[in-house]
């Protein structure tokens, strides 16, 4: 969210980049191990990257390039996962960037023209334990913890300089043969930067996937995120995403999302491969 400095609205954070998702944002859900699959790979290294353009609300466009690359350690009940992103932000030079996607703005003097700045972001842990294997009626259930290390460049608006610690779960229900429901819900407690308040963020998605072939799943979210200043728009936007099972080890994604608010962006598009090892 942007403050009352006289911006408005934010974009969605991903983790799932996209998560989301190791950073990998929501749609990487339809292509997670589950705890048979991290039975038999050990490691997974995944790359993606996520541009997103809007005005949330305001008078001036920013455009993010998001690029985390990520280390997972699977388990057989689970997964560890380090994200080291790359982050380049197109705009007047007072944005902020929390966990990724704007935030706020900082008080220094708008440019007359647009900056660009750019670096390493935020690196996150993030912790998966699934407490329940899907079995007839019951769903899979994932707890998920998430640390965010404040390594982004604050002077650059990158990041905040501060800590964010969050917990989630991820449940998942195949039914129809063909057909897969998701739901994800999560809780961040919000580092406090110096001369700002934001509020703690809980967010929530709503999934529906449909696999074409045993390799071919295409799915849509509903996603929604508290927003982080008090009194502006929560964002609110529609994911659309394909994940590709190419081989035993290589996975594909591709997705793209529209706003529903002033808080979201505009648009986004983002692609992303994964190895397991």
């Known amino acids: ?14 983790l799932l ?9 929501a749609f990487l859900l339809a292509g997670s191990p589950l705890p048979s699959e991290a039975a038999e790979e ?3 290294v995944g790359l993606s990257a ?8 305001t008078n001036t466009r ?3 390039l998001y690029m985390p690359f990520s280390l997972r350690r699977l388990f057989r009940d689970g997964d560890l996962t380090l994200i080291v992103p790359y982050i380049s932000v197109a705009s ?10 704007p935030a706020f703005a900082r008080r220094v003097q708008r440019t007359p023209a647009r900056v660009t700045n750019e670096g390493i972001g935020d690196v996150i842990m993030q912790g998966r334990y699934y407490i329940l294997d899907e079995r007839t009626f019951l769903p899979t259930v994932a707890l998920v913890a998430r640390l965010k290390a404040p390594t982004a460049d604050a002077d650059k608006g990158l990041g905040t300089g501060e800590w964010d610690e969050g917990i989630g779960t991820e449940i998942s229900k195949k039914f129809a043969e063909k057909w897969t429901g998701f739901f994800d819900l999560g809780y961040t407690i919000i580092g406090q930067p110096a001369g700002v308040t934001l509020q703690n963020r809980w967010n929530y998605d709503l999934g529906l996937g449909y696999n074409f072939t045993e390799a071919l799943m295409g799915s849509v979210y509903y996603e929604e995120w508290r ?3 008090p009194g502006q728009v929560n964002p609110r936007d529609l994911l659309f995403a394909v994940n590709y099972k190419a081989t035993s080890a290589l996975r594909l994604n591709f997705a793209i999302e529209t706003g529903l608010s002033n808080g979201a962006p505009e648009y986004g598009i ?6 397991r090892f």
């Open 92 to 101: 007047d030079g007072r944005v902020t960037l929390v966990g990724g996607v």
């Open 50 to 57: 996520t541009y997103t353009s809007g005005d949330y609300g």
């Open 270 to 275: 983002t692609g992303g491969l994964s190895w």
């Open 42 to 44: 050990t490691w997974q």
């Open 227 to 229: 927003t982080l200043v």
């Open 17 to 25: 980049a996209i998560a989301a998702a190791a950073g990998l944002g």
């Open 62 to 64: 920013t455009d993010i």
């Open 1 to 14: 969210m942007l403050p009352s400095t006289g911006l408005t609205g934010r974009t969605k954070m991903r």
